[in-house]
């Protein structure tokens, strides 16, 4: 007994200033926003007790529905594509060898080095209409110029970009080094089989690289769904007014952040955000079913 | 053995829970503020602020917040220079000096409130004034004003002393400077149309034929005025009046009025043919004027700095005129005041308030004028200005309309001027007709005030 | 033979196709930090309508502009605040997950798929919504406007801890025993056994977390409002804002010291980071 206790307690030990600071500033935090998602607040006058009333307001509000509704179109899209351009990026540097290999796997990576609010702005400037970057090369190839920051039906094809820009560099890396534990017995043995480079791809790369693109592939939404600096930097949005025209970038964490640092409205930005915990852990499972079935 | 183990760490944990859904309460004002240092009782400050008096040695730190572009460049300058002056008469005393952008000054304030640390002394901007006073950040000076010398307080500018008085003994700020918007226009391309810049416009069809002309010479008339509420509300005011502008809280109602909306609206979208998408308020509209490729720009006056430099080396030649309105004995534009506030909770609120009359006194005011050709509340030091700037500052005010009237009243709902843009948005998108839209605004922003 | 076989596999796999699409992503991989730094190496007046900036024209106003930009205090304070955030986000991390990653990779005790799960959820618990609250507690603190409160609520992270994890699972049991025989306390393990051994992966945890932490533009828009403790993400209100003081060239010049630094860190470290990265996906 004292010796069960005694070994256990060492471990303890080692687990205590990790979960004191774990509980303290994230569990505390959690709970607390949970029951501040019961109440009327805005941080200067005492609390009201409203039981459901938030959820039930959010729920039924005009912004609510698109903000959700935004960020499924925006998931859906940049997820598959962006991992598709990962996974033909990693695809190409495999094959590659030395310095060659070196340099363009670390220039794809850049992106992703650059801190997102920086690179955000720099973006904002390179859409600007008729005189940004991006508009002066259509220009130059006869093409008209696109508002990407105005037009409420390109707006999220414009972050969809930034995004893809920036993650595709994460992920290559990471799908890399998942082929890279392939081993080439499985090739050769596909070759000899007469396999051409499409039936290599899919039935021997795919499956065997099912466990890392499954990792990349939920790591991509949970981080999607959460998306934040890049649209609010991207419609110079602030607290007053967020979302960009028509709303078309508004997004679930930007409106929680412009419920509570806006309008003051801390029980309906808590909220707002146990719904998208919610929705993440939904999408999350999801994924995990359609895993297992396969 | 091992399952009472699991069965005590998974009741520590709920209980944790359970604990951590207490209600939340809003901090206890008792909590000292963070920012202050060695806390020594202030001396009783009677005297004029026109001197400043010999200090007893004591080490406090005033946290002073003020805008950005008051915090850098040769506003930034002035006001180091201010405060090394006041350090310098007062030893021990330090004033801590924060720049923040608009948005975060006034988030930062309600947070600061929110968690005791307000800083002693800050601006900001009448159209916040209602929401600072809502939220208790602001201390009433009124008696501090009072016991302030007849020299001194007659300096001032009565209508800016009213603008942060609203009821009798309840002033909650110094009034400090002022802007108002007015047009920029680059002469290089308003010839290159064969445009007489010596010609007046006066009404917006006017207007709207010389940026026709203008386009059809090749060139860009105007950005657009579609991407916030405050570039709209500059070209609004030259239709509408005082009257049909700000919220009428008594009936919770909004002001504007529908038809000269639409005008405006009709305006807006006639001259979107001519010029660019970019926005007015844009570094790339700006960077089209500087290139003359773009005739107007309509802003304040802190865009003359830049503009003038380009002046000197001779790319460019401009001058500026108020914004023309829909009919000749209206103007356009927006205005603004900032006022220099006070935290009701600082210990050291008679050195904040020292210092606050120290740099609003003629000598410092007038030195700002001159630097910076913003109108302030000191007339005595506008006297003493001459500044093409102020000149056109001044008359730009007298028809332009206020940011968030009327001040010191109530807050505005945060998402008001949201709505505004939004609609105008659906308008410009070709989801509503501009009569559709008038009807839905006025429907929405009523709804957005009855609901705060 | 062997060899000239899979010479021929590397390039017929590389079709012109292939490598065209390459070349127009590493552009784009590439062209904004490259446009930063023409906008920085050209002269300021000259409005991006007549000169697009598509090469560097000036090498002495970009001299000019660093020297302003690095000569503003509110810039360099900036910078310093920021490095200070990562450094102790850094220490303080570090020692935090590797204590509990070591638990975790090496041993079995009563309570651990509770705890584990508890850190797992906390992966999928958008920090946003522990903002408002966290933000609350640490201004009951007293530590808004301080380091403290910047740094120590990011110190446990649930990432990290994972990455750690997967890392210490590859230290041999035998060193471990070996040393438990000779007499070692169970700290005397982690701290003369297992650390030493694992600085691969500490180093790229150190790094992760530098890339977060130099990035982390909420937090500090919400803690740090003084310039007193003001980070490098904030810089961008500075411009952002109409009334701002800062030109273009001036802000992008702030901009790309910014952006420079992780990449200077990112050239240095590159292995440890591209494996780092690769671990917690191959065994996630």
């Known amino acids: 007994m004292k010796y069960w206790f005694r070994k256990t307690l060492k471990h303890y030990l080692m687990l205590f200033p990790f979960f004191f600071f774990f509980t303290l500033f994230f569990l505390y935090p959690i709970a607390q926003g949970f029951s501040i998602s019961f109440y009327k607040w805005d941080s200067v006058n005492p609390a009201i007790y409203v039981q459901f009333q938030n959820y039930i307001n959010l729920i039924k509000s005009r912004d609510f529905i698109i903000s959700f509704s935004n960020i499924l179109k925006y998931i859906s899209v940049t997820v598959p594509v962006g991992i598709t351009v990962a996974f033909a990026l990693a695809l190409f540097v495999n094959n590659l060898k030395g310095f060659a290999a070196n340099f363009f796997r670390s220039s794809y990576f850049v992106p992703t080095m650059m801190p997102l609010f920086l690179a955000a702005s720099v973006w904002r400037w390179m859409y600007a209409p008729e005189v940004g970057i991006i508009n002066t090369a259509f220009a130059a190839l006869g093409l008209e110029s696109i508002n990407w920051l105005k037009n409420p039906s390109v707006m999220i094809f414009a972050l969809i970009i930034v995004d893809i820009w920036r993650s595709a560099g994460w992920n290559m890396v990471i799908l890399l080094a998942g082929l890279k534990n392939i081993p080439n017995d499985y090739y050769d043995a596909a070759k000899v089989d007469g396999a051409n480079k499409w039936q290599e791809l899919t039935h021997v790369t795919i499956p065997l690289l099912e466990p890392v693109l499954f990792f990349v592939i939920a790591q991509g939404f949970i981080f999607a769904l959460q998306v934040f600096d890049a649209p609010w930097l991207l419609t110079l949005s602030t607290t007053q007014g967020y979302g960009g025209r028509l709303k078309a970038l508004l997004f679930p964490v930007m409106d929680m952040f412009g419920r509570a640092f806006g309008v003051y409205k801390f029980g309906e930005a808590s909220a707002y955000g146990f719904l998208l915990t919610a929705l993440i852990i939904v999408i999350t499972s999801i994924l995990f079913m359609l895993r297992r079935k396969n | 053995m091992k399952k009472r183990f699991h069965v005590l760490l998974s009741i520590t944990i709920l209980a944790a829970f359970v604990l951590a859904s207490c209600a939340p309460q809003p901090l206890p004002t008792e909590l000292p503020v963070a920012a202050t240092k060695a806390v020594v009782p202030a001396a009783a400050t009677e005297a004029p602020a026109a001197e400043v008096p010999a200090a007893e040695t004591k080490n406090v730190t005033l946290e002073f917040w003020t805008f950005s572009d008051y915090a850098s460049d040769v506003g930034g300058d002035l006001m180091k220079t201010f405060i090394s002056e006041f350090e310098e008469a007062h030893p021990g005393v330090k004033i801590n000096m924060t720049g923040k952008g608009g948005d975060e000054l006034n988030t930062g304030i309600v947070t600061s409130k929110a968690s005791n640390t307000l800083p002693d002394v800050y601006m900001g901007t009448t159209s916040q004034g209602a929401l600072f006073t809502k939220i208790n950040a602001m201390k009433n000076v009124h008696d501090n004003w009072m016991a302030m010398p007849e020299t001194y307080r007659s300096q001032f500018n009565e209508e800016m002393i009213g603008e942060v008085t609203p009821e009798e003994n309840a002033m909650y700020a110094i009034p400090f400077t002022g802007y108002s918007t007015f047009l920029y226009r680059n002469l290089t391309v308003l010839k290159a149309a064969g445009i007489d810049p010596n010609e007046k416009v006066e009404t917006w069809d006017a207007w709207l034929a010389q940026m026709k002309t203008i386009n059809e010479a090749g060139y860009k008339g105007m950005g657009s005025f579609y991407n916030d509420w405050w570039d709209f509300t500059n070209i609004y005011s030259g239709a509408a009046t005082p009257e049909e502008w700000g919220i009428d809280f008594a009936n919770q109602k909004t002001m504007i009025n529908p038809d000269k909306y639409i005008q405006t609206v009709k305006f807006l979208e006639a001259a979107k043919a001519y010029g660019t998408e970019n926005g007015d308020q844009d570094q790339a509209t700006t960077d089209l004027f500087l290139s003359n490729k773009l005739a107007f720009i309509v802003t304040g006056p802190w865009m003359d700095p830049t503009f003038k430099a380009a002046k000197e080396s001779n790319s460019l030649d401009y001058d500026y005129v108020l914004i023309p309105g829909a009919t000749p004995d209206n103007k356009g534009g927006v205005r603004g005041t900032e006022f220099i506030g006070f935290s009701p909770d600082s210990p050291n609120f008679d050195l904040a308030w020292e210092f606050a009359t120290y740099i609003c006194d003629e000598p410092q005011l007038t030195r700002w004028g001159q630097a910076l050709g913003r109108f302030n509340s000191n007339n005595a030091a506008i006297a003493k200005v001459e500044n093409s700037l102020l000149q056109i500052t001044y008359e730009a005010a007298v028809s332009s309309l206020f940011e968030r009237p009327p001040h010191f009243v109530d807050a505005y709902p945060g998402n008001y001027y949201q709505v505004l843009q939004d609609n105008l948005a659906q308008i410009t998108a070709g989801e509503f007709t501009p009569e559709e839209g008038a009807e839905d605004l006025i429907k929405q922003l009523n709804d957005t005030i009855v609901n705060q | ?284």
């Open chain 3, 1 to 284: 033979m062997k060899s000239l076989r899979k010479f021929i596999t590397q390039f017929s796999l590389s079709t012109p196709i292939n490598w065209v699409l390459a070349i127009i992503f590493l552009v784009m991989a590439l062209f904004p930090i490259w446009w930063m730094f023409n906008i920085v190496f050209s002269e300021p007046g000259i409005p991006i309508a007549i000169n697009p900036r598509l090469y560097p024209t000036s090498i002495t106003a970009g001299i000019e502009n660093i020297r302003q930009v690095l000569s503003e205090a509110n810039v360099l304070n900036a910078y310093f605040h920021s490095l200070s955030y990562a450094f102790l986000t850094i220490i303080g991390s570090i020692i935090l997950t590797s204590m509990a990653a070591f638990e975790f990779a090496l041993f079995e005790f009563p309570g651990k798929k509770v705890l584990f799960g508890l850190v797992l959820v906390a992966l999928m618990i958008p920090s946003a919504v522990t903002l408002v609250p966290t933000y609350l507690f640490v201004a009951r603190l007293g530590w808004v406007n301080t380091m403290q409160g910047l740094v120590v609520p990011g110190l446990a992270s649930a990432f990290g801890l994972f990455m750690l994890t997967q890392f210490f699972k590859d230290i041999p049991r035998e060193l471990m025993d070996a040393a438990l025989i000779d007499g070692s306390s169970h700290f005397g393990v982690y701290w003369h056994i297992v650390m030493p051994l694992s600085r691969n992966a500490v180093v790229t945890l150190a790094i992760l977390t530098f890339m977060t932490t130099w990035g982390n533009y909420i937090w500090p828009m919400v803690i740090a409002k003084n310039n007193q403790i003001i980070t490098v993400s904030q810089m961008i209100n500075w411009y952002n804002d109409p009334n701002s003081f800062m030109t273009v060239n001036l802000m992008m010049t702030a901009f790309l010291l910014a952006a420079v630094l992780p990449i200077i860190v990112y050239v240095i470290f590159q292995r440890q980071i591209t494996q780092g990265i690769s671990i917690t996906g191959l065994k996630g």
